[in-house]
């Protein structure tokens, strides 16, 4: 045996290191730990599978477009347009994510404010229905009204809804506030409408004139932006009125910047130069009963004056006037913003009295009247279905909210100066813990896109009433709940007859189905392959529903024209235009608050109580979009302001204020501030974010309802 | 200060690269910036290195076993904060394995994984001078042994030390997607390859010269003959004087050839505050002629006082030259509709570094506590 | 071995695509597509626009003039697929970036790649991403990846490989089928499917008949930043004068190119 010496011992590990490093079993090490890094447990792996392609049709917003689900062991992994088909919007393709969204309700849920936070506790779906019928019940004993807030009106379960309240008192459906499509009720009420609706007829069109309609930013069928934008735009011509340079500007053939706010003053002198000159459709505006004092009205407004208001120059609105004349037939648009809203009443009155004088009301290229479609059963009577600034306020004691099936941007007290003081609750349909359910007492936790059949209706910008159907591609959620069962569960505890035989909303959709079905009229569109085959050649209902299934689209037969006898140019807001036109001058800024807050929104924002978390690629990963704390101004504004880029600041008005950063761009208008009202933390997935004050909630609400522009400040943080 | 960058290092490392302040546009920061700053001074170890055993300055043998050590902890220093700056350390070794030899990258590489090896080769004889190792007699041999190969491993030391730092200036060069840092060469190296040579071999020895100094300061010792210093201080000064001269040429040829043939406008480089063009200036003259000029004169005079100012100024310049290329490179937009942009570095990369300039602290110190750094410092001493 | 069912005898191709910046209207849908197709992985909150994963990404230009003179144009921007001493390529130690001869695109072996983010120093087009996070999807969501494209992991970089996997699985089909070549019609990038105004076009550049080369070969198509010499293989094209300007076309070269092809 050796002597243990520190020399052998060294020469022990001398031995042992350079053995080692000689032995395969450092690079082993080396090798497998490299391989390590490319196996971590916690990067996820895509699913395995079959792969198949799948029909449906996405319902996030109203436009329904065709979807081609690629599909692995059939869950879907992408979505994609169907050849010949409109593009998807971001929103759309990212569309099957929402399922997964981690603001999505798997139980019914209580909604309580604790320390500046909203916290959600699980209920049992019975303790909503009890409670919501308890609340049917002190509304009938004297304590309220009861409305419905419908984001999605015309589909089936609307009309189940609008049978639940039709016995209540002061029962009435309320349209979103703020969506699409909404100035389209004005325009019915100038035209007298007694039922169905209005549609536009965008592809008859030789001349769009938008007041606002942000077309490039999702407003309308994606089809009418496609046609501007790609290559077969032909001669239709795009006039855009916007204080903005805004993408739909930027794609004008006119890009009038008027000052926010003299919109109406911009319409009424367009009509009298339409009226001077003698462009008008004389036969279509004798209709009007009002046409005198319109006359009169409008012959106050010179383009001189109208010039001085808008700050258009007056040979460029003489020079539009006859434009449109020229290229007629011509649609005039006063365009709903998703962020900004509606303009107001005497706004959208002005801006569509103009199709009514240039005759496009009832006319190809113009407005149509489409018949509503039919309903799924009979009943004796149906709630109406009402603008919000219909309803007095604080009279509603029980506030349903249907966001099954999407949601809209709008500041939340619009709707919540209409709920009575105290005692009133508000109850809440929705896949999500966002939007405009986080208002609600209670949340009813609805399917979501692609786990529910839902009923696409005809968008406002159709010509003829259409149906599509979305198809589920993924197996519900445990723990949702289906709307129309909850509708037929509040009326059975109210001891409501509601007609018809029915108890999910798969049944009433079927329902409306086989109906159309037995009216007959009309063809259905395939997707796969493009083909057009007469209604009445679909032999059984069953068969138009299984078409429908997959991707096809139910079209109505051509509208009849509109039949009015009797239309408005002023309408209700007579007494509004009046003042306009005797005293119109360029629009005061308060020295308190000197600048125009715009809020706005890109469709895909807003149509969705949340998106897909992978949108971060446009709103956080890039600067394509403005993040909603991001206050765009002019670069000589800013200037005069000392605000830099980049800059903290707090954008204040009168009903409150907000953390923004400053961000300055040549396509703000002088004096205003355009800010964002986008995806915040909660709708792109963040759920431990504090939720912030949001815009939309300090901008100023006027006379009918709307929050298009308020005064406002910027302060350096 | 060791025991917060040891966790920053930790953070860094288990929570990946967001803990930094870097970005997709800065993709090196901090640490890359003084990690070519670091291995600039390094520089001071081979060039001392090439000056005595291959020059046969043998004033300078007061200085080596410092200047090797110094060299040691610079560059394994750099090291250990590259190891934790790229994303995956753990597969580093791939560019071994699949080298690319058209990689400015991959020669750096090579090259100072090699002369690590080459000064902890040169470390271990002063380690082993070392009066309780002595005792063991194999280690005496192999001191020995060490000793006849000396020069040979300090003119391979020095062929890869001119060759990294070369390549570290080539890492930039060769960008010709960066008109900022592109340059037009010689043969297959773009100009900073030999600029980098040059400002690293002029500020290493002034390096040497200010640790020296401070080392004596806190020691309360005198370690070597003001000779010594003065030598430092001429080789550094002329040198520099030799550099400023290049990159002035350099300089000249970019902005009025390299640069156009780019379609970059060189006036839109300086453009951006607060990369004004004082950063020229700076960089050549004020940091690099003025700093030459005095130490030159110091050296002359005879003053420490200039000789110690110049070679300061020096070591400074040399880290602003590589915050330029590292820095200012990435901030300049390349596209017309990008922003220039701004960065700062996080508490977790400072302290990563801090944490790194601790172990050097603490390495230098036990160095200078248990091994003899200094071989004149006893007898100077007994003045 | 996958590089062996790649190396069969087919036609050499360069692929790349033509963006019609007037058509372009900023959208976005190409850059989701391209995540969704991808799967790249969203972003947390403390990540923004400079530490995000957007292979594709919309830059927003003006012409520098104010309101109400100010334009607008839309720069969608991918890897640009660079053609001549690739920067990306010659730069990196391990070779973790190629470019495939068969396609002429460059692509990302993120296994390979250490994350010295030398690369992206290196890549003028600022399109090369570095994960500085793990990455994560919310619970359940992996169910929605796509098989065809592997996960990357933290600390490597990622970009644009003109959906690679799409281009296998159309070469796959035409295998299948015993014939050489894909056909044109089975390869198309996510981004230019999902395009709205159909300004992305995707195309083999040498193949006179596509469509992508007689649009990179119309009189106002320009590369970016094309006085580099990276000869990228994505062209765009604007009939305004300014944003071919801003967008540093060498109206030299598109000239001389114009008269050779
Ligand atoms: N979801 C899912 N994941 C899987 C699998 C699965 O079936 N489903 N299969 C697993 C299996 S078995 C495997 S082998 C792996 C494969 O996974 P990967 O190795 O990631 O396969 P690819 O993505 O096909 O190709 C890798 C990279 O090689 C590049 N490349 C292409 N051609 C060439 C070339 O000629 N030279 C070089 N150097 N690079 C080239 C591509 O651009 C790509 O970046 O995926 C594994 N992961
Ligand atoms: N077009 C195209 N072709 C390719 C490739 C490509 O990228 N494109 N990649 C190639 C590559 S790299 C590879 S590795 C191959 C992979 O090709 P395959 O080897 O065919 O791999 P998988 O498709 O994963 O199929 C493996 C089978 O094993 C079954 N299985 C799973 N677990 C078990 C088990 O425990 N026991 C048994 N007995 N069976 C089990 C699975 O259900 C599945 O049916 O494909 C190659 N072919
Ligand atoms: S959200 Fe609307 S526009 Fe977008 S894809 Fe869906 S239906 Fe079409
Ligand atoms: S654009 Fe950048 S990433 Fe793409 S090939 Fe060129 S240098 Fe490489
Ligand atoms: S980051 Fe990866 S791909 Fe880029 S140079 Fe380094 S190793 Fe190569
Ligand atoms: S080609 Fe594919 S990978 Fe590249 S940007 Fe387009 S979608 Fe993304
Ligand atoms: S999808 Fe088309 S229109 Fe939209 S941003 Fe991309 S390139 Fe532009
Ligand atoms: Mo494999």
Known sequence: ??????????????????????????????????????????????????????????????????????????????????????????????????????????????????????????????????????????????????????????????????????????????????????????????????????????????????????????????????????????????????????????????????????????????????????????????KAVDFERYSLLVSRVTAEKAAAVTGIAADAIIATAREIARAM?????????????????????????????????????????????????????????????????????????????????????????????????????????????????????????????????????????????????????????????????????????????????????????????????????????????????????????????????????????????????????????ERISTCATAPKQSPQYPLTLLPRAPRDATASAVVSPVITKLYRESVLRRSPETAVLNPATARELRLRAGRKASLETAAGAIGVTIATSGSVMPGAVEIAVSPGAIALGDMHTAVKMEILEICAIDESGGWRQSAARLVEA | MLGIGLFAIGLCLIKGLNQTNMDNRFAFGLWIFLDLTVIALGAGAFFTGFLLYILRRDELRAVINSAVVLGFICYSGAILVLMVDVGQPLRAWFTFWHPNVHSMLTEVTFCITC?????????????????????????LVFEFELHKVMPVLAAVGTFLSFFHQGSLGGLYGVLQGRPFAYRDGFAIWPSTFFLFILSAIATGPAFV???????????????????????????????????????????????????????????????????????????????????????????????????????????AGVALNRFVMTIQTLAVPTLKFEPFMLYWPSWQEVATFLAVAAYGVILYSLSFRYLKLFPHERDLQQY | MKSSANSGAIIKRRFGLVIDLDRCNGCGACATACAVENNVPPAFPEVNERTGLTWMRVYRAENGRTFPDSRTVYFPISCQHCGHDTPCVSVCPQNAVDINPQTGVVSQIPERCLGCRYCMAACPYHARYFNWFDPTWPAGMEKTLNPDVSVRMRGVVEKCNLCHSRWQVAKAKAAAAGKQDLDPADYTTACAEACPAKAIVLGDLDDRNSEASRAAKSPNAFRLLAKLGTDPKIYYRSNREWVRRLGDADVAQIESEASRG
């Open chain 1, 1 to 286: 045996m050796t002597n243990v010496t520190r020399r052998n011992l060294l020469k022990l590990a001398g031995g042992a290191a350079i053995g080692f490093m000689a032995s395969p079993m450092p690079w082993r090490l080396t090798d497998e730990l490299a391989i390590w890094t490319q196996n971590w447990s916690w990067i996820p792996v895509p699913p395995k599978g079959e792969v198949t392609t799948r029909m449906t049709a996405c319902s996030l917003c109203p436009s329904g477009c065709a979807v081609q689900a690629r599909c692995i062991g059939g869950l879907p992994v992408s979505l994609r347009a169907p050849a010949g088909s409109a593009a998807l919007c971001s929103l759309g393709l990212t569309g099957h994510h929402l399922p997964y969204h981690p603001a999505r309700l798997l139980a019914p849920v209580r909604v309580t404010e604790r320390a500046d936070a909203l916290h959600t506790n699980p209920v049992r779906l019975g303790e909503v229905v009890t409670e919501t019928a308890a609340a049917i019940a002190a509304a009938k004993a004297g304590l309220g009204t009861v409305a419905v807030l419908d984001m999605r009106p015309g589909r089936s379960i609307s009309w189940a809804w609008r049978s639940l309240l039709s016995g209540l008192p002061g029962g009435a459906v309320i349209a979103g506030p703020g969506r699409e499509g909404a100035s389209l009720a004005t325009l019915e009420r100038m035209l007298a409408i007694e039922s169905g609706s209005l549609g536009l007829d965008f592809e008859h069109a030789r001349t769009i004139v938008s007041f606002g309609a942000p077309l490039a930013d999702g407003w309308g069928s994606p089809r009418t932006l496609q046609r501007l934008l790609g290559g077969s735009r032909g001669n239709v011509r795009l006039i855009h009125v916007d204080p903005l340079r805004s993408p739909t500007a930027e794609i004008a053939d006119r890009w009038l910047p008027a000052r926010p706010g003299t919109e109406a003053v911009l319409a009424l002198g367009l009509a009298h130069v339409l009226i001077a000159e003698n462009l008008v459709d004389r036969a279509a505006a004798a």
């Open chain 1, 329 to 577: 037939p011509a649609v005039v648009l006063a365009g709903e913003d998703a962020g900004g809203g509606r303009f107001g009443r005497a706004a959208e009155t002005a801006i569509l009295g103009l199709n009514l004088i240039l005759g496009n009301a009832g006319k190809g290229g113009g407005f149509l009247a489409r018949p509503d479609l039919p309903a799924p059963f009979d009943s004796a009577s149906l709630a109406p279905v009402q603008d919000l600034d219909q309803l007095p306020d604080r009279s509603v004691a029980l506030l349903l909210i249907d966001a099954s099936a999407g949601d809209a941007a709008f500041p939340w007290r619009v709707v919540e100066r209409k709920l009575i003081a105290k005692g009133g609750l508000v109850v809440a349909l929705s896949p999500f813990f966002a939007g405009t359910a986080r208002h609600a007492n209670l949340i009813v936790p609805a399917p979501t896109f692609l786990e529910a059949m839902f009923e696409l209706p005809a968008g406002f910008d159709a010509p003829a009433a259409t149906l599509g159907i979305s198809a589920p591609l993924i197996a519900a959620r445990e723990g949702g709940a289906d709307p129309a069962s909850f509708v037929r569960a509040v009326a059975a505890a109210s001891r409501i007859d509601l007609p018809g035989a029915w108890a999910r909303s798969e049944d009433l959709i079927k329902a409306r189905v086989a109906r159309i079905h037995r009216v007959g009229r009309g063809s259905v569109m395939s997707i796969a392959d493009g083909a057009e085959k007469p209604l009445a050649a679909v032999a059984t209902p069953d068969a138009l529903l299984e078409a429908l299934m997959g991707g096809a689209k139910w079209e109505d037969a051509p509208s009849p024209s509109v039949q009015s006898m009797k239309t408005m140019l002023l309408g209700d807001a007579a007494g509004e235009l």
């Open chain 2, 115 to 139: 002369y690590l090896a080459v000064l902890a080769i040169e470390y271990a004889p002063i380690v082993l001078r070392n009066r309780q190792l002595r005792k063991v007699p194999s280690f």
């Open chain 2, 209 to 315: 010269l200010v640790t020296t100094w401070a080392v004596s300061k806190i020691s309360s010792k005198r370690l070597v003959q003001p000779s010594v210093y003065r030598i430092l201080a001429m080789v550094s000064g002329w040198l520099l004087v030799t550099y400023v001269g290049f990159k002035g040429i350099d300089t000249l040829v970019w902005l009025n050839r390299t640069v156009p043939r780019t379609g970059a406008i060189p006036a839109q480089f300086y453009a951006w505050q607060p990369f004004g063009t004082w950063v020229l200036f700076a960089e050549i003259v004020l940091f690099g002629l003025v700093p030459a000029l005095i130490l030159i004169a110091g050296a002359r005079r005879r003053s420490f006082a200039l000789q110690l100012t110049g070679s300061l100024l020096a070591c």
